[in-house]
C-alpha cells in the first residue's frame, strides 16, 4: 500500500485555501526552574488550578500549586526537553483523555497515546480525567452481582456492581491474580474492564497483558499503563485517567470494572509531586490531602440511578502491605473508603491455599445485597464458620483430646478450605460454584479424603455438565429465587442433592 | 547550544517578595515629598548601572565589606545627582543586606507606580524597528481596547520574520508571522491527518 501525494497535497492546498489568520491570544509565563518532572513557572497570573498549560513543544502540564509569586506545574511528558527561560502558554482547559469503543482492546498511556503499536487512537469523544463523583440523588445502592468467577471471593466477600472492594496484602501474595481473574470472567457479561498499572515493571505488565490476550480478554479490556520509569506526575493521574475512560461507559448505561493496580504506588508518586513542590509533609512524609487523593477517585465508583441509565463502575483497587502491616497509613486510609477488603495472607498463599484469602477479615460491606440468592442461601455462614475453624485448628494443634463434635467439625473445615482452593485464570462459573459449595456445606464432602477433594470437584463438575445439564439449567433458572437451595424441599435443593448421591456413589477415592 | 531567553522580570521570587515591599515603601517616600517619578527614575538608572557593572555588585553584596565602607561608596559614587531621599534609601537596602533585590525594587515599582495611576506597562515586539508615529498609533489603540492608558515600549526581535506581538503584564496578542505560518501548518497537518483517518482508500493506492 502507497500513499498519494497528490491527494495529500491537495488536502493541504484546501486548508491553505480557507486559512484565515487571527490574533492569538494567550496567557503566558517563563519556566523558572524545572526538574524532576515538575516546573516552577513565573507569570501565568490567571492560570487556574489543575488547568493545562504548555510547554515550549507541546508538552503538556498541570497547574498543581498556585502561590503568590510562581505557579507550581507539574509535567506529563518529557520534562528533560524544557529548559529554564522558556516560554509556558495557559491552554484555558482541563486535562482529558480520550474515551468510547476506540480505546477498548489498546493498550494505552494515561495521555491515551498507544503504546501497543496499533495505530493511532481513533476517538472523536474525550473526557476530562478530574471530575466531581455523581452526587446522593444520581445513585442507587448496589444490588446487582459483579462475579469474580472465584469461589472464595464469590462466596464469602461478594462483589456488586457499583461497588469498591479494596485487595490487599503484601508482595507476592496473589493480588494482581485476583484481579486478573476478575477481568477474565467477564467475558460474555458485556462488562468493560479498565486494568491501570501503576509503578509497576513494564515485564509486570507485558505479562497481564500476555495472559488477557490469551485468554481473549484483551477484546473488552483497556491496559492504562505508567510503569516504573514513567515520572511521577504520569503515575499520579494514571487512575483518574483509567476512571475516566469507565466513565464514559458508565454514563451510557454500561457496567465496568476497574484495577487500580497499585494505589500505594500511586500515593508514592503523589509524595514524591508534593514533596516537591514543597508542599508540607505529614504522617509517613504523605502529604496531608492524600486521603482526598484516593478517596475522590473511589467515590466515582458507584452505581447510577435508574433514570440515568444505571450504569455502574466497580473497583477493586490494590494495596500492597509491608510485612503484614495494615495500619500503616496508607492502608487504612483506604480500608476506611472502600466497602470491604479482600485481605491476602502470605502464610496462606506458601501454605497451599490459593487465592490466600483469610476469611476472619475480609469483608465486603455491600455486597451481600447483590448475591445471587441461591449462593447467598448455600454460603451464608461459609465465611464465620471458617473463621471458627481457622481458631479450632490454632486451638487443635495443642494437641488435646478432641470430642466427635470438634472433630466432625474440623474434617469440615479442612474440606472447605480444600474446596475454596482454585488454580489461576480458571474462573468458575457461578452455578459451578453454588453446586460445589453446597456440597461441602451439606456434608456431601465428609467421606472424601482431604487429598481427593480437588479431583472430586473436577471430575464432578464435568459429570454435570456432561450428563446432568439439566439439572445445572434448573439451578441456572431458579438461582434468584429466594428458597432455591435453602429449603430442603424445593426442586432445585432435591435435584442437586440427588445428583450429589448418584454422583459420590460412582466417585473412586485414591487409595 | 540554544540560546536561552533573557528575563526582564526579577525571576528570583523570594527577591521579587523583598523587592515589593521596599518599592512601597519607596513610592510611598516619593508621595510624601512629591518626587515619585525622579525616584523612579534614579532607581531604574542605578539597577541599570549595577546590571552592567557586576564587580561593583559583587563589592555591595559582599559581607565582608563593613556597612560604614558601603556607605561612603554610595555616597561618592550616587554624589549631587542623586536626591538625599534616595540615597538614604540606597543606603537602608545595604544596610539590610538586601542590595541585590535593586532589580527588583526598580521592576515592582515601576509595576506599583502604574497601577496606581491606573496605567500598565506594554512591550510591543516587532522583526523591524518601528518609527514614533507607529508606536503612538499602536499606544492608543491597545488603551482603547484596555480601558487603560498604557506605557508602550519597543523590542526588536528578527526571529518573529512580520507582523507584531504585545505583550500586556502575562498576556500576549500574538499577530506575528512566525505563529501565523506554525498555526496554518498544525492545522493543515491535522486536516490531512483526520481526511487520512476517515477514508484511507482515497489516499492509498495499492503498492
Known amino acids: 500500500m502507497k500513499f498519494s501525494a497528490d491527494e495529500i497535497a491537495s488536502v493541504i492546498q484546501k486548508e491553505i485555501e480557507q486559512y484565515e489568520s487571527q490574533i492569538d491570544v494567550r496567557e503566558v509565563g517563563t519556566v523558572l526552574e524545572v526538574g524532576d518532572g515538575i516546573a516552577r513557572v513565573h507569570g501565568l497570573t490567571n492560570v487556574a488550578s489543575g ?3 504548555e510547554f515550549a513543544g507541546g508538552i503538556i502540564g498541570l497547574a498543581f500549586n498556585l502561590e503568590e509569586y510562581s505557579v507550581g506545574v507539574i509535567i506529563l511528558g518529557d520534562y528533560v526537553k524544557i529548559a529554564e527561560g522558556d516560554e509556558v502558554r495557559s491552554l484555558g482547559t482541563l486535562l482529558s483523555v480520550p474515551v468510547g469503543d476506540a480505546v ?6 494515561p495521555l491515551g497515546n498507544p503504546l501497543d503499536g496499533k495505530g493511532p487512537i481513533n476517538s472523536s469523544e474525550t473526557r476530562p480525567v478530574e471530575v466531581i463523583a455523581p452526587g446522593v440523588a444520581e445513585r442507587q445502592s448496589v444490588h446487582e452481582p459483579m462475579q469474580t468467577g472465584l469461589k472464595a471471593v464469590d462466596a464469602m466477600t461478594p462483589i456488586g456492581r457499583g461497588q469498591r472492594e479494596l485487595i490487599i496484602g503484601d508482595r507476592k501474595t496473589g493480588k494482581t491474580a485476583i484481579a486478573i481473574d476478575a477481568i477474565l470472567n467477564q467475558k460474555e457479561t458485556g462488562v468493560k ?4 498499572a501503576i509503578g509497576q515493571k513494564d515485564s509486570s505488565v507485558a505479562g497481564v497483558v500476555k495472559i488477557l490476550e490469551q485468554n481473549g480478554a484483551l477484546a473488552y479490556t483497556t491496559v492504562i499503563v505508567s510503569g516504573a520509569s514513567t515520572p511521577a506526575p504520569l ?6 485517567a483509567g476512571t475516566a475512560m469507565a466513565e464514559h461507559f458508565m454514563w451510557q448505561g454500561q457496567h465496568c470494572l476497574v484495577v487500580y493496580d497499585d494505589l500505594s504506588k500511586q500515593a508514592v508518586a503523589y509524595r514524591e509531586l508534593s514533596l516537591l513542590m514543597r508542599r508540607p509533609p505529614g504522617r509517613e512524609a504523605y502529604p496531608g490531602d492524600v486521603f482526598y487523593c484516593h478517596s475522590r477517585l473511589l ?13 455502574s463502575i466497580t473497583s477493586l483497587p490494590i494495596i500492597e502491605t509491608l510485612e503484614g502491616e495494615v495500619s500503616a497509613y496508607i492502608p487504612t486510609n483506604v480500608i476506611s473508603i472502600t466497602d470491604g477488603q479482600i485481605y491476602l495472607q502470605p502464610d496462606l498463599f506458601f501454605s497451599g491455599v490459593r487465592p490466600a484469602m483469610n476469611a476472619g477479615i475480609s ?3 455491600v455486597g451481600g445485597a447483590a448475591q445471587v440468592k441461591a449462593m447467598k442461601n448455600v454460603a451464608g455462614g461459609l465465611r464465620l464458620d471458617l473463621a471458627a475453624f481457622r481458631e479450632l485448628e490454632a486451638f487443635a494443634q495443642l494437641g488435646t483430646d478432641l470430642d466427635a463434635m470438634t472433630q466432625a467439625r474440623l474434617d469440615r473445615g479442612y474440606r472447605m478450605v480444600e474446596l475454596l482452593k482454585q488454580s489461576q485464570y480458571k474462573p468458575l462459573n457461578e452455578v459451578d460454584q453454588i453446586l460445589v459449595i453446597y ?10 479424603p482431604v487429598i481427593d477433594i480437588r479431583r472430586w470437584e473436577d471430575e464432578f463438575l464435568r459429570f454435570v455438565h456432561d450428563h446432568k445439564q439439566n439439572v445445572w439449567d434448573l439451578i441456572s433458572s431458579n438461582k434468584n429465587d429466594g428458597a432455591a437451595m435453602k429449603k430442603p424441599d424445593h426442586e432445585t435443593t432435591k435435584a442437586v442433592r440427588d445428583l450429589l448421591s448418584e454422583f459420590n456413589l460412582q466417585f473412586r477415592k485414591s487409595t | 547550544m540554544e540560546k536561552v531567553a533573557e528575563h526582564s522580570t526579577a525571576m528570583d521570587t523570594s527577591q521579587q517578595r523583598v523587592g515589593e515591599i521596599y518599592a512601597r515603601s519607596l513610592l510611598a517616600i516619593g508621595q510624601k515629598s512629591g518626587h515619585v517619578d525622579s525616584l523612579l527614575e534614579q532607581v531604574q538608572s542605578l539597577a541599570e548601572v549595577v546590571a552592567k557593572l557586576p564587580p561593583f555588585r559583587a563589592l555591595m553584596e559582599s559581607p565582608r565589606v563593613s556597612f560604614e565602607e558601603k556607605a561612603k561608596l554610595i555616597d561618592k559614587a550616587l554624589g549631587p545627582q542623586s536626591t538625599p531621599d534616595f540615597t538614604n534609601f540606597v543606603k537602608v537596602l545595604t544596610r539590610k543586606n538586601r542590595f541585590d533585590c535593586l532589580p527588583a525594587v526598580s521592576a515592582a515599582a515601576q509595576k506599583l ?3 496606581i495611576r491606573g496605567r500598565v506597562g506594554a512591550t510591543l515586539i516587532t522583526a523591524e524597528p518601528v518609527d514614533a508615529d507607529m508606536l503612538r498609533h499602536t499606544s492608543t489603540q491597545l488603551a482603547k481596547t484596555l480601558g487603560k492608558e498604557v506605557d508602550l515600549k519597543s523590542q526588536l526581535d528578527p526571529s518573529i520574520l512580520g507582523g507584531s506581538i504585545v505583550r500586556v503584564g502575562d498576556t500576549v496578542y500574538d499577530g506575528s508571522a512566525k505563529n501565523q505560518l506554525r498555526r496554518a501548518r498544525s492545522a493543515a497537518v491535522q486536516r490531512a491527518h483526520q481526511e487520512i483517518r476517515d477514508s484511507m482508500n482515497r489516499f492509498a493506492t495499492e503498492n
Not at chain 1, 193 to 196: A, K, S, T
Not at chain 1, 299 to 311: D, M, Q, T
Request: with cysteine.
Open chain 1, 51 to 53: 488547568e493545562m498549560v
Open chain 1, 104 to 109: 477498548v482492546g489498546r493498550v494505552i498511556d
Open chain 1, 193 to 196: 474492564c479498565f486494568y491501570v
Open chain 1, 235 to 240: 503515575q499520579y493521574i494514571a487512575p483518574y
Open chain 1, 299 to 311: 467515590e466515582r465508583s458507584c452505581k447510577l440511578s435508574k433514570a440515568l441509565g444505571g450504569g
Open chain 1, 363 to 365: 469483608v465486603s460491606r
Open chain 1, 439 to 448: 456440597a461441602g456445606s451439606a456434608g456431601f464432602l465428609d467421606k472424601i
Open chain 2, 113 to 115: 507606580h502604574n497601577e
